[in-house]
């Protein structure tokens, strides 16, 4: 692999700066937000050096090293800006079938039990997804990581979650991780896989029935196997008509024994405690929180675990914005997630997550990147999510000449060029090599 060497970057985001985390722990949004820029490592008249997929150098272009091992390759930013690969932490981007009728009937004021009976809702997509064979929805989910690549994200996470049961779950499992060997290669983002356990089916009845006592049982138990899978992390759905805080509680221990990351979805549709009781048992990061209660931000902070946001379901379903800044005061570390999936948040564009952070949920713009850097990369990677020494060579020329225009500039893909493990695999040949 030949040595790149990136030069004439207008403005270079690091990632690299000190925490900002103390500094904004109960600070006033000035300081907090000044905290934030200085996480961000900001250099001007930059250079980037990629040797063997990872970075050698990133800095100042004054002191970049001269005397390179060849063959070397000389690229030209332009006056851009550049920054590390974008980190999607929470995705469900493995499913069959289209849920476009629920998504017209729902902003006309259609309720749950109409969308059910019009065919909508997670059951149609859990139908679909089985009825799908493996080689469709490896297709699939390669197309959505290409998108996702082209906006810019170079480490997505991946959720099962489409199948219910523990053998469809496992099922789904294998595929992700067929697919994250072939990303592998570097012309896909990178996959982190996460077993979900989602919802269970309604007609199991409560949690007082021995059939819906039983699939928990299962699911748990499939833990062990997951992780002999290839799943990093497990994650559970936690709300009015999904899983229990009891039933959550059980399966997130099972995970933890088996080794994996611990995730939940807490907190959005009602309070129930859970994203609490997942601090205690050492989850990497809760999702949504729309609905978080003091304790539960306390616990956050004190554990260190990630808040993961996402503010594209909030936007679909009408929810109260989760409170981003009343987060960042507490001193968690707030990250921003794509949630795309077919009937809540279809979008794999972080860059628009970042627009709502900013223009809904409170953030400033170098908040939003480090919730899309940094502090997502905490949830599954540590040494992704910046450009330091001996990082992975994941970096994203983006045609602005400043960090904020991304965040202001909605809906537009503004990324040129994308890089891999140190190769293009994504973009066009706007780089003039020099």
Request: proline share 5%; aromatic share 4%; glycine share 10%.
């Amino acid at each position: 692999m030949p040595t790149l060497v990136l030069r004439d970057i207008g403005e270079l985001l690091t990632l690299t700066g000190p925490d900002a985390l103390p500094a904004a722990r109960g600070a006033d949004t000035k300081t907090a937000v000044a905290a934030a820029e200085a996480a961000l490592g900001v250099v001007r008249d930059a250079t980037v050096v990629l040797l063997d997929g990872r970075v050698h150098y990133a800095g100042p272009a004054a002191d970049a090293p001269r005397q390179l091992p060849g063959p070397v390759q000389v690229c030209s930013a332009g006056g851009r800006l550049v920054s590390p690969g974008l980190v999607d932490a929470h995705t469900h981007l493995l499913f069959a079938g289209e849920r476009s009728r629920e998504f017209d009937l729902r902003n006309l004021g259609a309720g749950y039990a109409e969308l059910q009976q019009a065919g909508g809702g997670i059951l149609s997509t859990v139908r679909a997804t089985a009825a799908a064979s493996d080689a469709a929805l490896g297709e699939l989910l390669q197309a959505r990581l290409r998108r996702a690549l082209a906006l810019g994200t170079t480490l997505c996470e991946v959720k099962t979650g489409y199948g219910l049961q523990p053998a469809a779950e496992l099922r789904l499992l294998a595929l992700i991780r067929g697919v994250a060997r072939t990303a592998a290669a570097g012309q896909l983002p990178a996959v982190s896989p996460t077993l979900l356990c989602h919802v269970p089916p309604r007609e199991l009845g409560g949690p007082e029935t021995p059939a819906r006592q039983q699939l928990v049982t299962e699911l748990a138990a499939a833990a062990g196997s997951a992780a002999a899978g290839g799943a990093q992390a497990l994650d559970v759905y936690c709300d009015q008509g999904a899983f229990t805080l009891a039933e959550t509680d059980l399966l997130l221990r099972a995970g933890r024994a088996a080794g994996l990351l611990l995730r939940c979805h807490a907190e959005q549709f009602t309070y129930t405690g859970v994203a609490a009781r997942a601090a205690e048992l050492g989850a990497a990061s809760v999702e949504h929180l729309e609905q978080i209660d003091e304790a539960g931000v306390r616990a956050l902070a004190a554990a260190g675990v990630v808040a993961n946001l996402l503010p594209g379901a909030a936007l679909t379903l009408r929810l109260p914005w989760p409170d981003a800044r009343r987060l960042a005061r507490a001193g968690v570390a707030v990250a921003l997630a794509s949630d795309c999936n077919p009937g809540t948040s279809y979008s794999e564009s972080l860059p628009l997550m970042m627009t709502l952070a900013c223009t809904q949920l409170g953030l400033s713009c170098a908040e939003a990147w480090l919730g899309v850097t940094r502090y997502a990369a905490r949830a599954l990677r540590a040494d992704a999510g910046r450009l330091g020494p001996d990082s992975p060579g994941d970096l994203v020329v983006w045609d602005a000449e400043h960090y904020r225009q991304l965040c202001q500039h909605m809906g537009v893909p503004l990324a040129v060029a994308v890089y891999r493990d140190g190769r293009l695999a994504a973009g066009s040949d706007l780089l003039s090599a020099a």
